[in-house]
């Protein structure tokens, strides 16, 4: 599971969850590994490995207090109480809550969006959102100037100055 976690934590491009239904634990976790989490509004949400006699495991010991803090980790983790989606929202263990039958349409939608972006960009950018949880501010704003002066050269960038100057959406390639 760690694996995985790590996988979908350190791909280029933003991981979009789609949560219907009930999802606990290592699924829990690994919905929060994604970028962006979108769940249906009758979606449930619990970490309920301490009433089973286990300490979490999946990532969910690192991403939790990360997300909602420590003291929020461990009240869901010590006390395995069920959330709804709105609760979850609330805590901001997810981005949207959205009818069960718009879920996929939702998703898609956050999907599409992205990919018309600056995709190298956005790529680069969850890099360095990702790093910043566990670097010092000095750190993180290095790898934002290193990566400023890589991105402001792409043809992605061009375009963005282009389109504002012709007063147009830009139409980005990913480059």
């Known amino acids: 599971m760690q694996r995985l976690i790590t996988?979908?934590?350190?791909?280029?491009?933003?991981?979009?969850?789609?949560?219907?239904?009930?999802v606990k634990d290592a699924g829990l976790y690994l919905a929060l590994s994604c970028d962006l989490v979108v769940a249906a509004e009758d979606a449930r949400f619990a970490v309920t490995f301490i009433e089973r006699g286990f300490v979490p495991d999946g990532g969910g010991i690192y991403l939790l207090p990360r997300i909602v803090g420590l003291q929020r980790a461990k009240e869901l983790i010590f006390l395995g109480d069920e959330l709804t989606a709105s609760g979850a929202m609330a805590l901001g263990l997810v981005n949207r809550v959205v009818p069960a039958a718009s879920l996929e349409t939702s998703a898609r939608?956050?999907?599409d969006r992205l990919a018309k972006g600056p995709t190298k960009t956005i790529g680069l950018t969850k890099l360095l959102l990702n790093r910043s949880l566990d670097s010092d501010v000095a750190a993180a704003f290095r790898d934002e100037a290193a990566s400023q002066e890589m991105v402001v050269w792409t043809a992605d960038a061009?375009?963005?100055f282009r389109s504002r100057s012709e007063g147009r959406p830009p139409s980005y390639s990913g480059w």
């Open 158 to 160: 061009s375009e963005s």
């Open 109 to 111: 939608e956050l999907a």
């Open 7 to 22: 996988a979908v934590r350190d791909c280029e491009k933003p991981v979009i969850a789609a949560v219907n239904g009930s």
